[in-house]
C-alpha cells in the first residue's frame, strides 16, 4: 500500500502564491504516475496537473496553466504543486494522487489513479 501525505494548503488573498507538498511512502513501484486534483463543496473532482516519473513530462489544466508549476523532489518520493496568482476559485481541497505507471506516462483522470492523499483545504480569499 502507498500512502500520500498533503500539506501546505491555507488561506492566502487573491494574487498570492501557496506551494502544496505530496509525500509518498509505503510500498513502492519502479515508477508513478502523479498527479493534483482539486474539489470544491458542491463540485465533481478535478484534474489539475499531472507529472511523469522523472518529471520528463508534465500537464495542466486549462484553467491553471501559466499559473501552477508541477514538480517532483529529486528523490522522487515528493511532488510539488507551486501555485501563483491565486484565484478565488482555486478555492478548493487539493488532492495528492499515485498510480504505478511507466516511465512516461502521465494520468489525467481520476480513474487513472489507485492511490489518493486525504487532501489538503486552499482557501483563497479577496
Known amino acids: 500500500q502507498v500512502q500520500l501525505v498533503e500539506s501546505g494548503g491555507g488561506l492566502v488573498q487573491a494574487g498570492g502564491s501557496l506551494r502544496l507538498s505530496c509525500a509518498a511512502s509505503g510500498r513502492t513501484f519502479n515508477s508513478y504516475a502523479m498527479g493534483w486534483f482539486r474539489q470544491a463543496p458542491g463540485e465533481e473532482r478535478e484534474f489539475v496537473a499531472a507529472?511523469?516519473?522523472?518529471?520528463?513530462?508534465?500537464y495542466y489544466a486549462d484553467s491553471v496553466k501559466g499559473r501552477f508549476t508541477i514538480s517532483q523532489s529529486n528523490a522522487k518520493n515528493t511532488v510539488y504543486l507551486q501555485m501563483n496568482s491565486l484565484k478565488l476559485e482555486d478555492t478548493a481541497v487539493y488532492y495528492c494522487?499515485?498510480?504505478?505507471?511507466?516511465?512516461?506516462?502521465?494520468?489525467?483522470?481520476?480513474?487513472?489513479?489507485?492511490?489518493w492523499g486525504q487532501g489538503t483545504q486552499v482557501t483563497v480569499s479577496s
Open positions: 507529472i511523469s516519473w522523472g518529471g520528463g513530462s508534465t
Open positions: 494522487a499515485a498510480t504505478p505507471a511507466p516511465f512516461s506516462r502521465i494520468a489525467l483522470s481520476t480513474r487513472e489513479y489507485n492511490y
